[in-house]
């Protein structure tokens, strides 16, 4: 069974930083795309940051230089590494593999996690 | 950055009702868009993908169409387990991968 468990989350004051983990299960994270995709409290879904099965990565505008995406291919985990953090990355983060057919992946999210919080407050 | 607009921004229907949601591009996106489901206190379910491809277990009332800037997706007759969020998205251009703002659908 495909899964991913987000965990990591929590209160940390502006400026501070935190990392994020993403265990999967049911499917190994070196061989997909896998993203970050964040929802501050009562608003609508943000991709933040996806790892191509390659290596490489992207980031949105908002986070690039302070977010940093990686992964353990030993724990079958992804990472998400925060720092410099603002009141405005307050948010529940997800981490979605990207939807996976026969002939590849297509930059869509079929599995998601439960989400972590982080809240960025004084 | 492609923007998503979505509308209405809420739908009020009954059970059984038909319902149907718009997302449209700032610029085509050929027709690489998918829409997900998001009930509160979860996370969101992949439904369509590619305008018109239902996602794995998504039952045949919904279905979805467009391309080029315009896209619906229809929910033929309401079950009470739809009354939730929808949200579009866009693979077309990207950096960013972008999201509507989201139509709540709601009991009437």
């Known amino acids: 069974e495909v899964q991913v468990v987000e965990s990591g989350g929590g209160l940390i004051q502006p400026g501070g930083a935190l990392t994020l983990s993403c265990e999967a299960s049911g499917f190994s994270v070196t061989r997909t795309y896998m993203s970050w995709v964040r929802q501050a409290p009562g608003k609508g879904l943000e991709w933040v940051s996806t790892?191509?099965?390659?290596?490489?990565?992207q980031y949105a505008d908002s986070v690039k230089g302070r977010f940093t995406i990686s992964r353990d291919k030993a724990k079958n985990t992804l990472f998400l590494q925060m720092k410099s953090l603002r009141v405005d990355d307050t948010a529940v983060y997800y981490c979605a593999r990207h939807l996976l057919l026969s002939f590849g992946e297509l930059d869509y999210f079929d599995y998601w996690g439960q989400g972590t919080l982080v809240t960025v407050s004084s | 950055e492609i923007v998503l607009t979505q509308s209405p921004a809420t739908l009020s229907l009954s059970p059984g009702e038909r319902a149907t949601l718009s997302c449209r591009a700032s610029q085509s996106v050929s027709n690489y868009v998918a829409w997900y489901q998001q009930k509160p206190g979860q996370a969101p379910r992949l439904l369509i993908y590619?305008?018109?491809n239902r996602a794995t277990g998504i039952p045949a009332r919904f279905s979805g169409s467009g391309s080029g800037t315009d896209f619906t997706l229809t929910i033929s007759s309401l079950e009470p387990d739809d009354f939730a969020v929808y949200y579009c998205q866009q693979r077309n251009s990207w950096p960013p991968l972008t999201f509507g703002g989201g139509t709540k659908v709601e009991i009437k």
């Open positions: 590619d305008a018109s």
């Open positions: 790892l191509y099965s390659g290596g490489g990565s």
